[in-house]
């Protein structure tokens, strides 16, 4: 026992912390809410099922390495042949000249150079001559100062030479003689000239005066490290008379100062070349849309690694469009969904009911899945039987199972508000065909139409046909648009071969789909409250024995309204079905309500009139739990809690007043009324009003048809007068046709009959002789009369 005690102590603590309303934030279970988040959560969904796929990261491979996995083009794409477009390229560049720059000026600048240089050395030997015993540091940096201004390093050698001169104006103007002598006659490159440069020649142009000229014989311009014949040559000349240390310090420096007067322009090279470019394509080969790229397992060649490397790029370009797309889809996808529930509010029962919400969320995921599977599984037809053009397959796909299954669980409005959005959706699959739109639109609505009052499951495989037949209407409709497409013609018999096959499987799907979302989300339909409507349900066998009162009463407020129904453009059938069930909670205390009790007991001569009146209303919440066991779906649950709305239990609430202590300050009426909600719909309506009459009309101790007329007529009024009636659909004008109803059913109920003598009875079934009914029957209305 302690064991036990234990674990119920556990069990009441888990459900105090696990509470739904201590877990769950309080804005979460506000209703628009939850609007937002589904319909949030469903764009975001749609938006990835819509779009291009967006990838984040791509492989990465190299030459030599081996394919983990098989990767094949899903789309067509061109890669470039390197190899090939390599070779064309070598082929438009290859009379291309290259482009050298001139500078005339180069023998001027060296010889100007040369005589700073001199003019400073003759500068600092008179300055170090004015000093007793110059410093090596000051000796060094008149060294550095005077090659600083040549431009050249000079050797230990050479430099004594030029102080034994003392840097005369012989050496200088000798080396400037020699320089002018070398530029004037001369061309020196520092480049080495290629073949194509010997082949073409090359463009020589003129930095000062931007002259331009070509040069085909490149063997008369010398090359810097080859000019030393050259100097040697002109120094012999110039200074044959002179010492051989100073001629060879002479040419010495002067090979040092030598610079190129002809210089590769690489910018200007390459705009030649891109000139010739400008035009050039690269070579392409193409990969076509399902081609195997690489394989699972295979050594990646560089062929393979140029297909992988283009096919990724392209992707990756894409990749960036695709979420710019997804995110465009995505708000547009949420504002189609803010204006489909918006506008679905309208027809939808009860707002506070998010369960119609979540079903058309499911049900457009489920449509657009099942239109991706058909559009996947018509491209595999078309790759097994090519005389299947994908095109035509694509008209054998269900459009309208969505719209159908929201016409039979909703209805038709919120159906066709369901088409326009499906049918706008199923354009993203189909790159903004407007025909795919209509005929996905076109067979929407007509088949959720239909489908919406079905009485059996049969009907839909016949609205289905008919749907097909629609279908083929429409694609010789749009065949009419297409002037290059004939009417008599394979391809337009396979459409609509195709389009009589996605008709008559939408009928099959939806036939086959519906009981799973009655249990899913406790959806009744007409075909269920056809089977709810069979008397012998163990509900209806315990009510005949338990409380045949309330039975009887039962099938006489379903005939009501019913008729009344009928009338007003209401569901007959769900009307019906509800009524025999309103009174289902009464089976828990059957002798507790009048039309139960026997003998003249009356269970509430020993109770309160509070506890009478608590009893009579508990029959309402005992009679929405035994509709939730027996699965009865929330629409009769609806009406069983809504059929007495928040009116009075009059009866016990002025025993109450009479029967009042008084010491008790107030009599609170609330208290002896029912918990309501009002009736939400016209069947819930209906009920109430046929609970009311049907109750009233045991008190009529002679229901003539004045009589009943009056009752009806009040009883209504009052019901109304109380505001029972301010939340459904109502109208004045359906008031007085249920009251015409009511009465003329009523009417039917308590008929007057001929009170027929006991003599005529008697003989009658004594079967006497020579006399018939007709003839007792006239009589007895003579004698009346």
């Excluded at 937002?36 to 975001?44: E, K, N, T």
């Excluded at 819509?50 to 030599?64: D, H, I, M, N, R």
């Excluded at 002179?242 to 590769?264: A, Y």
């Excluded at 309500?593 to 003998?599: A, K, L, S």
């Amino acid at each position: 026992m302690p064991d036990n005690l234990n674990l119920t102590k556990v069990s009441k603590h888990f459900k105090k912390v696990l509470n739904p309303k201590k877990i769950i934030p309080e804005f979460a279970r506000k209703t628009a809410f939850q609007r937002w988040a589904i319909a949030i959560f469903l764009s975001a969904i749609l938006s990835l099922l819509l779009t291009p796929q967006v990838y984040f990261s791509y492989p990465e491979y190299k030459v030599g390495s081996i394919a983990t996995r098989d990767v094949r083009a899903d789309h067509d794409f061109l890669v470039e042949d390197k190899a090939d477009t390599e070779q064309k390229k070598a082929e438009v560049i290859k009379d291309v000249q290259s482009v050298y720059d001139y500078d005339g000026d180069i023998a001027s600048q060296i010889k100007l150079t040369v005589a700073k240089g001199f003019s400073f050395a003759e500068q600092l030997l008179i300055v170090n001559s004015n000093e007793p015993v110059p410093t090596q540091t000051s000796l060094n940096k008149g060294r550095n100062d005077f090659e600083k201004l040549l431009g050249i390093a000079l050797s230990n050698d050479e430099l004594n030479i030029l102080q034994k001169y003392k840097f005369s104006n012989l050496i200088s103007e000798s080396i400037s003689k020699i320089i002018a002598g070398i530029y004037k006659a001369e061309l020196i490159t520092n480049t080495t000239f290629t073949k194509q440069d010997t082949e073409n020649g090359i463009i020589i142009r003129d930095i000062r005066t931007q002259k331009v000229k070509i040069e085909r014989k490149l063997n008369t311009i010398k090359y810097v490290k080859n000019i030393d014949t050259i100097i040697s040559k002109k120094a012999n000349d110039i200074l044959k008379d002179n010492n051989e240390d100073l001629r060879k310090t002479v040419i010495s420096i002067s090979k040092k100062l030598i610079q190129p007067n002809l210089k590769f322009n690489k910018n200007a090279s390459e705009r030649q070349k891109q000139t010739l470019l400008a035009d050039f394509k690269p070579v392409f080969f193409q990969v076509l849309k399902d081609e195997m790229i690489i394989r699972e397992g295979q050594k990646i060649s560089p062929s393979d690694l140029d297909k992988l490397n283009a096919f990724f790029k392209i992707k990756g370009e894409k990749n960036i469009s695709n979420i710019y797309i997804l995110l465009g889809t995505f708000f547009l996808i949420l504002s189609l969904s803010i204006v489909l529930f918006q506008l679905s509010k309208m027809w939808i029962q009860s707002d506070e009911n998010i369960s119609d919400i979540i079903f058309m969320g499911i049900t457009t995921l489920f449509q657009i899945l099942l239109i991706k599977s058909g559009i996947f599984m018509s491209e595999a037809v078309n790759r097994a039987f090519p005389f299947f053009s994908t095109e035509a397959c694509y008209f054998a796909i269900p459009f309208a199972t969505g719209a159908m299954l929201v016409g039979i669980f909703i209805n038709r409005s919120v159906a066709l508000i369901f088409s326009i959005y499906s049918s706008f959706l199923a354009t993203f699959l189909f790159e903004g065909e407007i025909s795919m739109m209509l005929f996905a639109f076109i067979g929407s609505v007509v088949a959720s139409y239909h489908v919406s009052h079905c009485k059996q499951r049969s009907a839909f495989f016949k609205i289905g046909l008919l749907l097909g037949l629609l279908n083929g209407a429409t694609i010789l409709s749009l065949c009419l648009f297409s002037p290059s497409t004939s009417i008599i013609s394979s391809s337009t018999i396979t459409k609509l071969s195709m389009g009589i096959v996605g008709g008559i499987v939408s009928g099959i799907l939806v036939a086959a789909i519906t009981p799973i979302f009655e249990a899913l989300f406790n959806y009744t339909t007409d075909i269920k409250l056809l089977e709810l409507a069979n008397l012998n349900h163990p509900i209806f066998q315990r009510m005949i024995m338990e409380a045949p009162g309330t039975y009887h009463h039962s099938i006489i407020v379903a005939s009501l309204v019913e008729a009344a129904a009928e009338a007003i453009g209401a569901n007959p059938l769900l009307a019906k079905v509800s009524a025999y069930y309103h009174d289902i909670g009464k089976i828990k205390k059957p002798q507790y309500f009048i039309e139960n009790q026997q003998n003249g007991e009356n269970k509430h001569v020993k109770l309160s009139p509070k506890m009478s009146s608590l009893i009579i209303t508990t029959h309402v919440k005992e009679g929405c739990e035994l509709a939730s066991k027996a699965k009865l779906g929330t629409r009769i649950t609806n009406i069983i809690r809504e059929h007495h709305g928040t009116s009075l239990v009059s009866y016990f609430y002025e025993k109450s007043k009479k029967d009042r202590d008084p010491s008790i300050r107030s009599l609170l009426e609330s208290d002896f009324r029912y918990a309501g909600p009002k009736p939400q719909s016209k069947e819930a309506g209906l009920v109430l009003l046929g609970d009311v009459i049907e109750a009233s009309s045991r008190t009529l101790s002679n229901p003539t048809p004045a009589r009943i007329k009056n009752l009806v007529r009040e009883r209504i009024e009052r019901v109304f007068m109380d505001g029972q009636l301010d939340d459904c659909e109502l109208t004045l004008h359906d008031l007085n046709k249920i009251a015409e109803n009511f009465m003329r059913i009523l009417n039917g109920i308590f008929h007057q009959r001929i009170d027929y003598p006991d003599l005529v009875i008697r003989e009658f079934n004594g079967n006497k002789k020579g006399n018939n009914v007709d003839t007792y029957r006239k009589q007895a209305e003579k004698n009346k009369h």
